[in-house]
């Protein structure tokens, strides 16, 4: 019995021994997994919540948005917030240079997405047509009043200048429409270009060159805004002045009716747009000369960013004028109907600006 | 204590363009300006990809007009058809180009496809929304800065009063040259806007270096550093030695494993040994440095001492 004891007692001893090293390693190796580095253990515990905004925010960047299940799009700013909270622990507790890149980036990514543009191109379209632009032109009415007080203003000078003295004429129109119209011209040649359709395979070529000329006018007279609207108010002037001094042209031949509903098909809408540029660039000059309370920059993007969809809508009606004048000019010809299709015009427009867009009191 | 010089990464760019954007959950998210260069160069290929689209759809509408006459129409509708078509292509034209810039930002990925080959987009300076006005207001004043130099350079140039052409060309490159005395590289269509423009990276996880006991981790070859050991090289260092194992070369490694051991005393390991030498080394670093900053203090590089101090990173 006692050599059993001492078996027993051995193997006891052996199972003891056994068991001692198999803690030991266990103990080392439990040692080995918390002695990996936490940072590592945080990314490794986090990792899917980040490949998962990984995979959301590059469906939405390729626009894929419809394929996006209803889960993912609803778990996006929640996810967002997941990460850029990893972001801020991993900033303070990692030296993990590649793991911190990677989340700064997707962060930013997920950030713009979470906080970017909340409609598409289309609803703003729609939104922008359906109100949107009417709005905008009502709030700028102060600097719309002024611009066509300097457009009549310039109209008047235009008419006394070239009344005083003829020649004046030459300098104020601008060549391109000097063709048979200038002072001296008989009532016939002016007539005729009123009324007479030689020009008929002209059309697209003149609706076309038209239009960038006043495009081009119109968008100058915003940019140049920032110049203290200086350039803006030149320009209006200058406008206003072409048209007083052709209306002494033909008022002096007794075609004053005649040239107003010549000039009114596309005239009204064209002025109106030339109008609102100046207005836009007028308020944009205003608010860096006049900035109040706050920096030139800052004021000169919060004019900027009210102003700017004014302009748009300034050079879509010069694309509206540019096919007015095309295809309306010519093929409209009694001063009767083209009086009512000119005015008639600038009816819609002032309905549309006044009207669209006002939320029920 | 030193002034905070975010030893992150020592690929980072200049620091001078380097912006910081407090988001609504107090996170300050960095972003890095873009260069003027890489702009400019986002631009041309817009401007490339614009006038190859428009003569793709000159060689397609000429190509219905010429179908048209094929038929042998009666001349005078032939006529209005042509008409028609080339009005449909200046409006096109306009559309594009005025269009095209608004659609793309107004997107997603806030970048047109210029942008985004070279890997930039459109942000809101406050940090904002990037709003449609912003978009809007930043491209219309494009005109002035890009196409009215050259359109009056045109019109004044042959006019022969050369004196004031050259001027006004003076002049009216203010604007185009702006982004380049601006600390914010805005040009005014970005003053305007409230909007300047970021690099926008795109990053892939990179896998752990750390060695530990589990599948996915490099495994430890079995070397153990002392205190005295680990003490010498700070974050710079950690960050440069995971650069090394990243890119993998072997003589780099080698190279910074001999001169590891020069600093610490050791035999240099044999080409076979290095990787493990070096995954060990950067594991015991990297642990030794955390528990650090867990602790408050940060050591820079080797030429620092270990400092208490938490430098943000915020300018």
Not at chain 1, 110 to 119: D, E, Q, S
Not at chain 1, 246 to 275: C, F
Not at chain 2, 48 to 70: N, P, W
Not at chain 2, 114 to 131: E, M, P, T
């Amino acid at each position: 019995m006692a050599s059993g004891g001492a078996l027993e007692n051995g193997g006891k001893a052996a199972l003891g021994l056994l068991g001692r090293l198999t803690r030991r390693r266990a103990g080392a190796e439990a040692a080995a997994v918390a002695a990996a580095l936490r940072s590592d253990r945080f990314r490794l515990e986090r990792e899917a919540d980040w490949q998962r905004l990984e995979a959301i925010v590059g469906r939405i960047e390729r626009g894929r948005l419809r394929g996006l299940a209803d889960a993912d799009l609803l778990a996006l700013p929640a996810l967002y917030r997941t990460v850029a909270s990893s972001l801020s622990v991993a900033r303070e507790t990692s030296l993990d240079a590649a793991t911190l890149a990677y989340l700064e980036a997707l962060v930013s990514r997920a950030w713009f997405i979470v906080y970017g543009p909340r409609i598409s191109f289309g609803q703003w379209c729609a939104r922008f047509f359906g109100g949107g632009w009417s709005r905008a032109v009502r709030a700028l009415a102060p600097d719309i009043a002024f611009a066509v007080i300097i457009m009549l203003a310039g109209g008047c000078a235009g008419w006394a200048a070239v009344a005083a003295d003829a020649s004046w004429y030459g300098a104020i129109v601008p060549g391109a429409f000097m063709d048979e119209r200038r002072p001296g011209a008989s009532r016939e040649a002016l007539r005729g270009v009123l009324f007479n359709q030689t020009h008929q395979d002209m059309l697209p070529a003149f609706a076309a060159a038209l239009f960038s000329n006043n495009a081009a006018v119109a968008i100058l007279c915003f940019a140049l805004g920032f110049l203290f609207g200086i350039p803006s108010l030149l320009l209006l002037a200058q406008n206003g002045g072409i048209v007083g001094a052709m209306l002494w042209l033909y008022h002096g031949q007794g075609l004053t009716l005649d040239l107003v509903a010549w000039l009114s098909i596309h005239g009204t809408t064209e002025l109106s747009a030339i109008v609102l540029a100046g207005a836009a660039g007028l308020h944009i000059g205003r608010a860096i000369a006049f900035p109040g309370s706050r920096a030139v920059v800052d004021a000169a993007a919060a004019a900027g960013q009210r102003a700017a969809p004014v302009m748009l809508g300034a050079v879509l009606m010069l694309v509206i004028a540019a096919l007015l004048e095309g295809i309306g000019r010519q093929t409209i010809n009694t001063t009767g109907a083209r009086l009512i299709v000119g005015w008639g015009m600038l009816g819609l427009w002032l309905a549309y600006f006044t009207l669209l867009g006002r939320r029920a009191a | 204590m030193k002034a905070a010089a975010a030893p992150l990464d020592p690929r980072r760019p200049a620091a001078r363009r380097t912006r910081t954007i407090l988001t609504p959950e107090g996170l300050a998210l960095r972003f890095t300006l873009a260069s003027r260069g890489v702009r400019a160069g986002a631009l041309v290929i817009d401007l490339l990809a614009q006038m190859l689209l428009l003569i793709g759809l000159q060689l397609v509408l000429s190509a219905i007009a010429r179908d048209l006459f094929g038929q042998k129409l009666a001349l005078t509708s032939a006529n209005q058809a042509m008409e028609l078509l080339y009005i449909l292509y200046v409006i096109a034209s306009f559309v594009l180009i005025n269009g095209w810039f608004l659609f793309f930002e107004l997107g997603p990925r806030g970048a047109t496809p210029g942008k985004r080959l070279v890997g930039i987009r459109v942000a809101a300076r406050d940090g904002g929304r990037l709003s449609a006005e912003k978009v809007l207001a930043r491209n219309l004043v494009r005109d002035i800065e890009f196409v009215a130099p050259i359109a009056l350079f045109a019109l004044l140039l042959p006019g022969g009063a050369w004196v004031a052409s050259l001027a006004a060309l003076g002049w009216v490159l203010i604007f185009p040259c702006l982004p380049l005395w601006n600390r914010d590289r805005l040009r005014a269509g970005d003053i305007i806007g409230g909007t300047w423009v970021v690099e926008a990276p795109r990053r892939r996880l990179g896998t752990l270096l750390s060695a530990a006991p589990r599948a996915d981790a490099p495994t430890s070859a079995g070397y153990r550093f002392g205190e005295a050991e680990l003490a010498i090289y700070g974050e710079y260092e950690l960050q440069t030695l995971e650069r090394v194992l990243r890119d993998g070369q072997g003589e780099a490694m080698a190279a910074v494993a001999a001169a590891i051991c020069g600093k610490i005393g050791w035999h240099p390991p044999g080409s076979e040994e290095v990787r493990g030498f070096l995954t060990d080394y950067y594991t015991q670093l990297r642990a030794r440095l955390e528990a650090g900053m867990r602790l408050g203090t940060r050591k820079l590089d080797k030429f620092s001492a270990a400092a208490l101090g938490d430098y943000t990173e915020l300018p």
